[in-house]
């Protein structure tokens, strides 16, 4: 085992022990071929020029010694092939992914280990002990913490773990398997720690759909902010995958040329929808209100009922199908009931026998208190909006009103609504 930190600034010398310089980097080869861990293949040495030479590994060398030994012939240069990282250029002090803690961490050293005859790069160091290897004070801390009964914390991250993105200028490397198979919370608590422009590019990389589910975990101004590192066409993708109400709160927190760009791209079902609820004031009832939500007509059986509720596309798309929503022929709101009325009523009863008339209500006019005193009185999960003609415009789910209200770090623990 050895670790860059100190190997870096070490003496290098020939097969017959001829000094040649000292250790200024370490190359490894991005493309594994299989393997779980990458290979050293070159070193960079630093003699009284001040350009390194990349000097090939043999693979028989030694790390455990204070001077390293090549194996072949110093005169003989690697032929770089464009595939390799530097290790203390491009990974040493880069940004990270910890997907179990869910933050981003900094690279503080890095683990090489020997591995049948040849030294592959195993751990990432992202702890404080790899801070005071790197600052040479690890002995003296260790001495310390051991007079207190204490131990220091080592904390590393196994290389093949993570992928590295080294496209532009974005330093962040990724477990970006892992990272899909997470919950979009969870993605989106990693992601407030980057900047729009590193979260842009990892969006990027991710099908609409997700990339749609992080983004509505995330406050509509870091949102636009990331939209607007993207292309047009991908940001109208992503934005077509929101549910209408988060598209429209992000489309108003964008540039307007941005937003106009992008809002022109979208499907026109799916800009329709979004439009409707731009055009509503932001602090009202009709501002916070999304247009996902499943109707009925009053005069069919629940059987009816059920199977258009398990068939129809709008089902699948609802913020939430708890509620069920009863609406004649020009959509005048009639009533509501639940899912579990449904599930429970008899199949040849009448949705009418199970329908709530009195259902309660808000306007689209009304203030975002008013919708919350509702919701708090009733504990309802959703109130439906309607307009002055009592046509049903829409939904706003306690979820979304309440987090108007809360702290900023307590609006990732609300219950979502599925």
Do not use: C
């Not at 000097?55 to 090549?70: M, S």
């Not at 974005?170 to 608590?189: F, G, N, Q, Y």
């Not at 800009?271 to 509503?280: D, G, R, W």
Request: glycine share 4%; net charge negative.
């Amino acid at each position: 085992m050895a670790y860059l930190s100190e190997l870096l600034g070490r003496e290098v010398r020939d097969a017959k022990n001829t000094y040649i310089g000292t250790l200024d980097d370490v190359l490894i080869s991005s493309e594994t071929n299989g393997d779980p861990y990458p290979r050293i293949v070159a070193l960079a040495v630093r003699s009284v020029s001040a350009q390194p030479n990349l000097l090939p590994w043999g693979g028989t060398e030694d790390l455990a010694g204070n001077k390293i030994i090549l194996q072949r012939p110093s005169a003989t240069e690697y032929q770089a092939k464009g595939n390799e990282l530097f290790l203390n250029r491009d990974v040493m002090d880069k940004q990270v992914i910890d997907i179990n803690g869910f933050r981003v961490v900094r690279v503080n050293d890095l683990e090489l280990a020997k591995i049948g005859d040849d030294y592959r790069l195993v751990n990432v160091d992202i702890g404080l002990r790899g801070l005071l290897r790197r600052l040479g004070w690890e002995d003296a801390f260790e001495h310390f913490a051991e007079r207190f009964h204490r131990a220091i914390p080592a904390r590393s991250i196994r290389f093949n773990d993570l992928e590295f993105v080294p496209r532009g200028d974005l330093k962040v490397s990724v477990a970006r398997t892992k990272l899909r198979e997470l919950h979009p919370a969870d993605i989106a608590e990693i992601l407030e720690d980057m900047s729009p422009r590193e979260v842009g590019q990892l969006i990027h990389d991710m099908p609409d759909e997700q990339a749609a589910d992080v983004m509505e975990e995330l406050e509509p101004e870091f949102q636009a902010e990331v939209l607007e590192t993207l292309s047009d066409e991908k940001a109208a993708d992503i934005v077509e995958e929101m549910e209408p109400d988060e598209a429209a709160d992000v489309l108003q927190e964008m540039e307007e040329d941005k937003r106009a760009h992008v809002f022109n791209l979208m499907e026109p079902d799916e800009s329709a929808e979004v439009a409707e609820l731009l055009e509503q004031p932001e602090n009202t009832a009709g501002g916070l209100m999304t247009t996902k939500y499943v109707t009925v007509p009053p005069d069919i059986l629940v059987v009816d009922a059920l199977q258009r509720v398990r068939q129809e596309a709008i089902a699948k798309e609802a913020e939430t199908i708890y509620y069920v929503y009863v609406v004649d022929a020009d959509d005048h709101l009639v009533g509501v009931f639940s899912l579990s009325d449904l599930v429970l009523a008899a199949p040849d009863s009448s949705v009418n026998a199970i329908t709530h008339h009195k259902a309660k209500r808000v306007r689209l006019n009304d203030s975002r208190e008013d919708v919350l005193e509702l919701i708090e009185k009733y504990n309802l999960l959703a109130v439906p909006v309607v307009d002055e003609a009592n046509r049903l415009r829409g939904i706003v789910t306690a979820d979304d009103a309440l987090a108007l209200i809360l702290p900023d770090e307590w609006k990732i623990k609300l219950p979502r609504l599925f």
